[in-house]
C-alpha cells in the first residue's frame, strides 16, 4: 500500500500553521508528521520524520527561504513549499533548486502542490 504524502509544517505564521494543519488532516492521502519552529530542527525532523514535503514562511523580500537550498542538497526527492504568512504568495522549490511560481494560492492550490511531491518522486 503506498504512504500517504508526508508533510512537515515549518511556518513562523502560527495561524497559518494551524490553517494548514486543519486543511491537511482533512485528506485522506495526506499526512501532517510534525510542526518544527527551529531551522536546527527542521533538519532534523525531515530525516526522523521522512518528509516528502515541508511547508515554510515564503520571506516578504520574495528570497528562496535560506534553509531551503541546504534541504534540497541533503534530501533531492523534497519538495518544499514556501507560503507568504498572509497566503497571497507561494512558491515550489524542487531539486537544483528550482521555483514554481503557483497561479493562486486556494485550498485546492495547495493540495495539488503537496500531491504533486508524492507524484514526482514516483516518476
Same mark, same amino acid.
Given at each position: 500500500?503506498?504512504?500517504?504524502v508526508r508533510v512537515l509544517l515549518a511556518n513562523r505564521s502560527r495561524a497559518l500553521r +494551524? @490553517?494548514?494543519? #486543519? =486543511? =491537511?488532516? %482533512?485528506?485522506? !492521502?495526506?499526512?501532517?508528521?510534525? +510542526?518544527?519552529?527551529?531551522?536546527?530542527? %527542521?533538519?532534523v525532523a525531515v530525516e526522523d520524520t521522512q518528509a516528502d514535503v515541508v511547508v515554510v +514562511? %515564503?520571506? !516578504?523580500?520574495?528570497?528562496?527561504?535560506?534553509?531551503?537550498?541546504?534541504?534540497?542538497?541533503?534530501?533531492?526527492?523534497?519538495?518544499?513549499?514556501? =507560503?507568504?504568512? $498572509? @497566503? $497571497? @504568495?507561494?512558491?515550489?522549490? @524542487?531539486?537544483?533548486? +528550482?521555483?514554481?511560481?503557483?497561479? !493562486? $494560492?486556494? !485550498?485546492?492550490?495547495?493540495?495539488?502542490?503537496?500531491? #504533486?511531491?508524492?507524484?514526482?518522486?514516483?516518476?
Open positions: 500500500m503506498d504512504h500517504p +494551524t @490553517r494548514l494543519a #486543519k =486543511l =491537511l488532516q %482533512l485528506q485522506s !492521502d495526506i499526512e501532517v508528521v510534525g +510542526t518544527v519552529l527551529d531551522p536546527i530542527e %527542521l533538519l +514562511t %515564503l520571506p !516578504d523580500s520574495r528570497e528562496m527561504p535560506g534553509v531551503c537550498s541546504h534541504l534540497l542538497y541533503e534530501y533531492p526527492q523534497l519538495l518544499i513549499l514556501a =507560503l507568504s504568512s $498572509t @497566503r $497571497t @504568495r507561494a512558491c515550489v522549490y @524542487r531539486q537544483a533548486i +528550482t521555483v514554481e511560481q503557483l497561479s !493562486d $494560492t486556494s !485550498d485546492e492550490e495547495i493540495l495539488i502542490a503537496v500531491r #504533486k511531491a508524492k507524484a514526482d518522486s514516483i516518476s
